[in-house]
């Protein structure tokens, strides 16, 4: 028999927390925006919210007290004051609290100009305010209107706690504490003006995700418009990263030898010893910005990121589907199938038969890797498709020396290709290709660890200790079009030289400069902007990678019926 205590216990077990008086403007602005906020732990900054937080400074310094009941004292001025209530079931900062004898008013900082609308605000705001003055009266105080200051304009806006207010703001609280105890998050806004302002877009995907539901006729580039920092990478095996205000700090020997700044920087990547301090790894915790380990070789090792994404509901999604066969065989014959695509691809735009002249690739070479895509898209069964994956890899691997130039390919240059081999690689290209696919795993197991994904459990590569299936999953259509693109630019344009190789009885692989090298043409390539096939609009490959991941996330949540590949012409 269940005690009381258990009972009580599970069900508030079942209720969502409290909610926050500032999701209540993002519920009625957009309930998806406030789920993914709010349930899902989603938040990225734009310009919009970077100029909110820094024109809030102010206001967020508490000052004043607020006191027992507004009989107490004649005049109330504080900032940054925190209430909640149980009843209620909400909670608020609020950014001022003025208080006479003529009642107490809460007072929201908004950062833009006054909206010239018959209510003077829009709903969202209003909803907002009157949430916080309901929290007023709650605590005893008479609270009959507030303020909402917009900074922009330097204007103060009445918003009166009537009727129709109160009720929007309490149907309000109700939906949105009933939107917290939903598994799914509510169907995006279409063709809706909110949305290209929203610092969100570039996770919700509202546009792409009504494109192949044909629901919408266009997809506006509304993420695209802003990028993250850079990859800061670190070789010397005598570096040591520092935290010193703002920025990281690299010294050797106790020498300042480079600097960044944090807000400049999307990650660190250490080679071999180098190491990193504390309070430097503390303040990529609070800013996620994730630190990579690699082997002096190259070899990806790991990543450290904070406590990571808390919308376990994706992860819960991706190992559901991850044990589902179909699902497996249906994800892996597309990203295979994609992946011999674009191997096709780089080879028709490289092919390079003789000094100063190129021709085009053999039709028949073409042809059969046509088959092998309509194969790997057919293929009943995950050992079929192995084998196919096997035979085109085979195929390419066998002409993949006629995209470097035939100059390099001579003996004096060292760039001869006779096949593939990973470990060791026996020859500079396969070295540079084995270094390449390296950064790219490490690139998309960041990539999927910061959208909320699973970097280790995949649908297509076999579970193993330590390996990241579903960034190898996700790779695939790109090792061509990003890693082996790579490896060809820079050996053609003379980037990378025979003289920048180590080699032994141990294998062949890259020094110091010419890892320097090599990680410059990696990162040009990244950052180099494509045209979507699907969506056309212009996007860099690392901005890609996270669109490309956020869609798989779409796709396992049932909001659209297939993962769109990457596929380029």
Do not use: N, W
């Given at each position: 028999m269940e005690s009381k205590s258990d009972t009580a216990t599970d069900h508030a077990d079942s209720q969502p927390s409290l909610v926050p008086a500032r999701m209540l403007n993002e519920y009625v602005y957009c309930p998806r925006l406030a789920y993914m906020m709010w349930v899902e732990g989603e938040f990225a900054h734009n310009a919009d919210t970077v100029e909110g937080a820094i024109r809030h400074k102010r206001v967020d310094k508490a000052s004043g007290a607020l006191p027992e009941s507004e009989d107490e004292v004649e005049k109330i001025h504080a900032?940054?004051?925190?209430?909640?209530?149980?009843?209620?079931?909400?909670t608020a900062k609020i950014d001022l609290v003025e208080g006479d004898a003529d009642g107490t008013r809460p007072v929201d900082y908004k950062k833009g100009k006054r909206p010239h609308t018959a209510m003077g605000a829009y709903d969202p705001e209003r909803a907002q305010l009157c949430a916080q003055g309901l929290l007023l009266r709650?605590?005893?105080?008479?609270?009959?209107?507030?303020?909402?200051?917009?900074?922009?304009?330097?204007?103060?806006?009445?918003?009166?706690?009537?009727?129709?207010?109160?009720s929007l703001t309490m149907s309000s609280i109700e939906g949105l504490r009933a939107l917290g105890l939903a598994d799914k998050a509510p169907e995006p806004l279409v063709d809706s003006p909110k949305c290209p302002r929203c610092s969100l877009a570039g996770i919700c995907l509202p546009d792409e995700i009504g494109f192949i539901n044909h629901a919408t006729g266009g997809v506006r580039p509304i993420f695209a418009e802003t990028e993250d920092g850079l990859p800061l990478y670190v070789q010397s095996p005598a570096s040591w990263l520092k935290k010193d205000g703002d920025r990281i700090v690299i010294e050797e020997k106790k020498e300042r030898v480079a600097e960044a700044r944090y807000s400049d920087t999307s990650q660190v990547v250490l080679f071999g010893s180098a190491g990193i301090s504390t309070p430097a790894l503390h303040e990529c915790f609070r800013r996620d910005i994730p630190v990579t380990f690699m082997s002096y070789g190259g070899w990806f090792l790991g990543h450290t990121v904070g406590t990571g994404h808390k919308n376990v509901m994706t992860?819960?999604?991706?190992?559901?589907?991850?044990?589902?066969?179909?699902?497996?065989?249906?994800?892996?014959?597309k990203l295979v199938a994609g992946k011999i695509y674009n191997c096709r691809t780089l080879l028709r735009r490289n092919w390079k038969e003789s000094e100063g002249k190129e021709l085009k690739a053999p039709t028949e070479l073409l042809l059969a890797m046509k088959n092998d895509i309509a194969r790997a898209a057919s293929a009943k069964g995950m050992p079929e498709l192995l084998g196919i994956e096997g035979n085109a890899a085979r195929r390419y691997f066998e002409n993949f020396d006629r995209m470097i130039s035939p100059e390099k390919r001579d003996e004096k240059f060292g760039f001869d290709f006779n096949g593939r081999s990973r470990r060791p690689p026996k020859d500079p290209v396969n070295a540079l290709l084995s270094f390449a696919y390296a950064m790219l795993t490490r690139e998309w197991t960041v990539t999927l660890s910061a959208v909320g994904l699973d970097p280790y459990r995949g649908f297509y590569h076999q579970i193993r200790h330590g390996r990241p299936a579903l960034a190898l999953d996700l790779?695939?259509?790109f090792r061509p079009l990003v890693a082996d693109s790579t490896v060809i630019t820079s050996i053609n344009n003379g980037e990378i030289k025979s003289t920048d190789f180590v080699r032994s009885a141990a294998g062949c692989s890259l020094k110091a400069e010419g890892r320097k090298s090599f990680l410059a043409a990696f990162e040009r390539r990244l950052a180099q902007e494509v045209t979507h096939p699907i969506f056309k609009y212009r996007i860099s490959y690392r901005r890609l990678f996270e669109v490309q991941a956020r869609l798989l996330i779409r796709y396992l949540a049932g909001e659209i019926p297939r993962y769109p590949n990457f596929l380029t012409r």
């Open positions: 900032r940054s004051v925190h209430l909640s209530s149980e009843r209620l079931g909400l709650e605590h005893g105080f008479c609270s009959e209107y507030g303020y909402l200051y917009f900074i922009g304009s330097k204007e103060r806006v009445k918003v009166d706690f009537d009727e129709s207010l109160v992860r819960t999604l991706q190992y559901k589907a991850s044990f589902d066969p179909r699902v497996c065989l249906r994800l892996a014959r790779m695939e259509p």
